[in-house]
């Protein structure tokens, strides 16, 4: 059986760690594309270069010719700016919109049949931008934010009870904003609802400290954002496609009524399996939540606005 095809498209800081594990879980066969001459066949060559060492055969390919990722099963977009210190995900949106513009072409010529991952910031707007250039389903183009965001969550509650972090059930959904929405209400630990076992107050930090985590690090690194929590959650969501594991996670889908939204890209649970976002799965908030999403939508609305006007000028 012929293995998947996995196309990395940019092979910074996220897109090669994610060559890597790929590589390291024999995932599939890579190819690593960028703009910049020779750095992805660098780096493509320098991971193959420690297959003996890991023993992966699968093989991964650095190139600058967009027609080599042809028959793509997945293709997983990193291809942009990132932040600096002080920058907003929203400040990416005009160099980064002409960039997936691009990239999208490149995809729906080549790569037809693809599960598209985005990934690029701000990660709502680009999203909706590779559905309407790709012209793919809505099942196939898929953005990557609440699986990261809910890692943080629960990454931060773990450290507050000192437990494993896979005790540790929490879920992030909305835009991915400062006004995501961590969802206290279904948030348990143990099997524990984490509302009987942390402070209020502590979990109001917690919170925000977990909208911010994103900020947090760019400030540390000053010259750029996050990325290994970035690739994993990524990874994660393509094992699920090319396993067909069903695997609910949290993702920007897009929506057609569920959660009383339409018309756009927003985190919610999905069921991710061989049919890509197979299915949104509702789950019940309560009506701070239900409040705090609408609002985390209205965002994006108002995000995908500014990318018309941007496409537009
Ligand atoms: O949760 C999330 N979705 C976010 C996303 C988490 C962290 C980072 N987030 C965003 O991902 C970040 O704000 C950026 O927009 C992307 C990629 O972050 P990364 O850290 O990988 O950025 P790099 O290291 O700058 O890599 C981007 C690569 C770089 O090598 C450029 O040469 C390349 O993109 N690039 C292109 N590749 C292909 N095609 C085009 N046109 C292109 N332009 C730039």
Request: hydrophobic content about 45%.
């Amino acid at each position: 059986m012929a293995r998947s095809k996995i196309s990395l498209i940019g092979a910074g800081n996220i897109g090669a760690t994610m060559a890597h594990l790929c590589a390291l879980r024999a995932l599939g066969d890579v190819v690593l594309y960028d703009i910049v001459e020779g750095m992805p066949q660098g780096k493509a060559l320098d991971i193959s270069e420690s297959g003996p060492i890991d023993g992966f055969d699968v093989t991964v390919t650095g190139t600058n010719a967009m027609a080599d990722i042809a028959g793509s099963d997945v293709c997983i977009v990193t291809s942009g700016l990132a932040r600096k210190p002080g920058m907003s995900r929203d400040d990416l949106l005009g160099i980064n919109a002409k960039i997936i513009s691009t990239v999208g072409q490149g995809i729906r010529d080549n790569a037809p049949g693809a599960f598209v991952i985005v990934i690029t910031n701000p990660l709502d707007a680009m999203v909706t931008l590779m559905k309407r250039v790709t012209g793919f389903p809505k099942n196939r183009v898929v953005g990557m934010a609440g699986v990261l965001d809910s890692a943080r969550y629960r990454t931060f509650l773990a450290l507050e009870l000192g437990v494993s972090v896979r005790s540790v059930e929490a879920l992030v959904l909305g835009g991915h904003g400062d006004d995501m929405v961590p969802v206290r209400s279904s948030c348990t630990v143990g099997g524990v609802s984490v509302e009987r076992l942390v402070k209020a107050e502590r979990l109001d930090a917690i919170e925000q400290r977990t909208r911010q985590a994103g900020g947090e690090i760019v400030a540390l690194l000053k010259t750029g954002s996050a990325f290994y929590s970035p690739a994993a959650a990524a990874i994660r969501m393509a094992e699920a496609f090319l396993y067909d594991r069903k695997e609910i996670l949290p993702a920007a889908a897009y929506l057609e009524g569920e959660y009383g939204l339409r018309d756009l890209y927003v985190g919610v649970p999905v069921r991710i399996g061989a049919g890509g976002v197979e299915q949104v799965i509702e789950v019940p908030l309560n009506e701070r939540e239900k409040q705090e999403l609408v609002v985390s939508a209205s965002h994006v609305t108002d995000l995908v606005g500014a990318l018309d006007r941007v496409l537009a000028s």
